[in-house]
C-alpha cells in the first residue's frame, strides 16, 4: 500500500520561505512521477508543481515559476517543494501526490495516490 506523508508546513510572513517533504512508503519510488498540488476551502485542487521519476524533468504552474522548486531524493523515498518569496496568496493546503508512471504529470486525475495535505499559510 502506498503511504504519501508531507510535513513542514505552517505560518510564516510575506516573503519569507518554507521547504515541504513528502515521504512515501513506496518500494519503487524511483518507477514514480510526483506532484504537488493545492486547495483552498472551496475550491479546485490546482497543479503547483510536478517532477518525473528521474528528477530530470520539471513542471510549474505560472503563478509559481521562478519561487518554488521541486525535487526528489530516490535514495531516501522523499520529494520536496522548496517554496521561496512566499505571498499571501499561496496559502493553502499543499498535498503530495504519487502515480506509477515514467511520465510528468500534471492533472489530479492522472495521480493516483495522495498525501493527506499540509497547511500552508502566509500572513501579509
Known amino acids: 500500500q502506498v503511504q504519501l506523508v508531507e510535513s513542514g508546513g505552517g505560518l510564516v510572513q510575506t516573503g519569507g520561505s518554507l521547504r515541504l517533504s513528502c515521504a512515501a512508503s513506496?518500494?519503487?519510488?524511483?518507477?514514480?512521477?510526483m506532484g504537488w498540488f493545492r486547495q483552498a476551502p472551496g475550491k479546485e485542487r490546482e497543479f503547483v508543481a510536478a517532477?518525473?521519476?528521474?528528477?530530470?524533468?520539471?513542471r510549474y504552474a505560472d503563478s509559481v515559476k521562478g519561487r518554488f522548486s521541486i525535487s526528489r531524493d530516490n535514495a531516501k523515498n522523499t520529494v520536496y517543494l522548496q517554496m521561496n518569496s512566499l505571498k499571501p496568496e499561496d496559502t493553502d493546503v499543499y498535498y503530495c501526490?504519487?502515480?506509477?508512471?515514467?511520465?510528468?504529470?500534471?492533472?489530479?486525475?492522472?495521480?493516483?495516490?495522495w498525501g493527506q495535505g499540509t497547511q500552508v499559510t502566509v500572513s501579509s
Open positions: 513506496i518500494r519503487t519510488f524511483g518507477n514514480y512521477a
Open positions: 517532477i518525473n521519476w528521474s528528477g530530470g524533468s520539471t
Open positions: 501526490a504519487a502515480d506509477l508512471s515514467r511520465a510528468i504529470l500534471v492533472r489530479s486525475y492522472d495521480y493516483d495516490y
